[in-house]
């Protein structure tokens, strides 16, 4: 319901991409090209700002998920309050000269180059000359022992899968890596440009910032010191240390392109044409309060709370005070995330245990439900039967849960069975028939909004897929001024458009609300 006016406290605007995981094919173009545009350089040869996972799988780097050991992310202290997970500003400055909850280059991979002077010099022999792999870091003949993808389509499964964090539980061991037996779905992952944002606040130097026109969520490569608890504090591990220089790194969400009107590099080239990019409008007042909500399971709806409907007229005219644009405004109302994230309910975010209020968001996968109606020997017309079929599909509600929803099956449940609705409701309608609106009624959604789902999910055009604005040239200092100072800061620190996060302001050292 919206809220009145004076419940509307500031009003800010984020950049956030949505993925339907039922499209992606584990191409990998997207990877390729966010490596060319973004990580060609000396010092950044293994970072992956975006990279494609095989699930189950233990991830890049390994068992990142796994926050007991790397100490990513938020956490609630005894008195209910927001701490990172990796200490407060003394323990961090006690481990600033040798951090212990690091990945090591193991944990991702040694970068490799290739002998191909061997190739290009080699006499005349008998033997075709090879190019041995030599590591970047020593120049030394090493071994090809793993990789961003080394899972991929689950290769090495048996060996390797079973460690994935996510596999906890009883119910694991239904989880059977055979043929015939197993399941995968592919997972990209970039940088979430969280709302709460532990790396910048772990930042002992200040370096990492959100900004405050977009949200996105930089590097300041001047003010980088290397102390690498940024590293630590990302529960994603999407920050990268390149070897080099020995300053931080991470996804810009390439911003330049934003600032354009134009999708990121990975959106524009995804072959599967799965990912979504729009704007959505949010309470930066609530933000704290969300992210410290005390049961896990309740941290989906707490987000969701914190989005505002961009077609309240109170939403709007408090956007305005904020100093929105009204073309901002605009794509707010016609972005396709606020439809999957808030309006429709679609759309999960990875992780929300870990209380970063992570801005990328998963469609779930949908394995093939009516397989899974006939083999339990249902009718595929009865839509009791295809609900049902929703709790043994290949792909685990258990799993799923463990990624998107703090272990919720409930809700993963939920957003099946919708999608599953609108599969049986459109399949009759191009079949000729009317459809079944009770099995609509049955997931709360009603014809047209059927029809606008299916449009948005099935057959999006760019235009659809890619809402966003273009900065302003009003705004041009401003996004300079930010890019070399951190603006995490609260309000008695900094005037209005420094102030990023509505946490609470007594706990400045542990919360993104205190100056890092």
């Known amino acids: 319901m919206p809220r009145g006016e004076a419940s509307v406290g500031r009003v800010m605007a984020q950049v956030a991409m949505v993925m339907n995981?039922?499209?992606?094919?584990?191409?990998?173009?997207?990877?390729?090209?966010?490596?060319?545009?973004?990580?060609?350089?000396?010092?950044?040869?293994?970072?992956?700002?975006?990279?494609?996972?095989?699930?189950?799988?233990?991830?890049?780097?390994?068992?990142?998920?796994?926050?007991?050991?790397?100490?990513?992310?938020?956490?609630?202290?005894?008195?209910?309050?927001?701490?990172?997970?990796?200490?407060?500003?003394?323990?961090?400055?006690?481990?600033?000269?040798?951090?212990?909850?690091?990945?090591?280059?193991?944990?991702?991979?040694?970068?490799?180059?290739?002998?191909?002077?061997?190739?290009v010099n080699a006499p005349a022999q008998r033997d075709i000359p090879v190019a041995r792999p030599r590591s970047v870091l020593t120049g030394r003949p090493t071994a090809i022992t793993w990789g961003a993808n080394w899972e991929d389509g689950l290769g090495g499964a048996p060996e390797n899968a079973g460690a994935d964090p996510n596999l906890?539980?009883?119910?694991?061991?239904?989880?059977?890596?055979?043929?015939?037996?197993?399941?995968?779905?592919?997972?990209?992952r970039?940088?979430?440009?969280?709302?709460?944002?532990?790396?910048?606040?772990?930042c002992p130097s200040g370096a990492l910032y959100k900004r405050v026109?977009?949200?996105?969520?930089?590097?300041?490569?001047?003010?980088?010191?290397?102390?690498?608890?940024?590293?630590?504090?990302?529960?994603?591990?999407?920050?990268?240390?390149?070897?080099?220089?020995?300053?931080?790194?991470?996804?810009?969400?390439?911003?330049?392109?934003?600032?354009?009107?134009?999708?990121?590099?990975c959106s524009e080239t995804c072959v599967g044409r799965l990912r979504y990019?729009?704007?959505?409008?949010?309470?930066?007042d609530r933000v704290g309060e969300a992210a410290a909500t005390p049961d896990e399971q309740d941290l989906l709806d707490a987000q969701r709370g914190v989005f505002l409907d961009p077609h309240d007229p109170e939403v709007i005219a408090a956007a305005r005070r904020s100093g929105i644009p009204e073309d901002w405004l605009a794509a707010a109302r016609r972005s396709p995330v606020y439809d999957l994230v808030a309006r429709f309910k679609v759309a999960l975010p990875l992780h929300p245990e870990y209380r970063t209020m992570p801005m990328v968001w998963y469609?779930?996968?949908?394995?093939?439900?009516?397989?899974?109606?006939?083999?339990?020997?249902?009718?595929?017309?009865?839509?009791?039967h295809v609900f049902a079929a929703v709790t043994r599909l290949r792909i685990p509600l258990e799993y799923l849960a463990e990624l998107f929803t703090a272990g919720d099956t409930d809700v993963v449940a939920g957003v099946l069975m919708k999608l599953t609705a609108l599969r049986s409701h459109m399949r009759a309608r191009t079949l000729g028939e009317a459809g079944d609106e009770a099995v609509l009624d049955a997931v709360g959604l009603t014809a047209r909004e059927a029809e606008d789902l299916h449009r948005l999910l099935a057959v999006a055009k760019y235009a659809d897929r890619y809402v966003v604005p273009a900065a302003h040239k009003e705004d041009a200092a401003a996004l300079t001024a930010?890019?070399?100072?951190?603006?995490?800061?609260?309000s008695e620190d900094a005037g209005p458009r420094k102030v990023m996060l509505g946490l609470p302001t007594p706990r400045r050292d542990t919360t993104a609300g205190g100056r890092p």
């Open 277 to 284: 990019l729009g704007l959505l409008l949010y309470d930066a």
């Open 190 to 202: 970039l940088c979430e440009h969280c709302l709460n944002p532990a790396c910048v606040s772990a």
């Open 213 to 265: 026109e977009d949200g996105i969520v930089l590097v300041d490569q001047d003010r980088c010191r290397g102390w690498r608890m940024c590293v630590t504090a990302c529960p994603y591990k999407k920050v990268y240390v390149n070897h080099a220089t020995g300053k931080a790194e991470k996804c810009t969400f390439c911003f330049p392109r934003i600032e354009a009107g134009q999708p990121t590099v």
């Open 482 to 490: 930010m890019e070399n100072r951190c603006p995490v800061e609260t």
């Open 21 to 119: 995981l039922d499209k992606c094919i584990g191409c990998h173009t997207c990877s390729v090209t966010c490596k060319q545009t973004w990580t060609n350089r000396t010092g950044v040869e293994y970072a992956w700002f975006n990279n494609v996972e095989t699930k189950p799988g233990v991830g890049y780097p390994r068992r990142y998920e796994d926050q007991e050991h790397w100490k990513g992310g938020w956490m609630l202290d005894r008195r209910g309050r927001l701490v990172l997970r990796s200490g407060g500003r003394a323990k961090r400055l006690l481990s600033i000269f040798s951090n212990p909850d690091l990945p090591a280059i193991e944990d991702y991979y040694e970068p490799v180059t290739y002998d191909y002077d061997n190739l």
């Open 363 to 384: 469609v779930p996968p949908l394995s093939p439900v009516l397989d899974a109606v006939t083999g339990a020997g249902g009718d595929q017309d009865d839509p009791d």
């Open 168 to 188: 906890s539980g009883e119910w694991a061991r239904k989880v059977k890596f055979e043929f015939e037996q197993t399941f995968l779905f592919h997972l990209p």
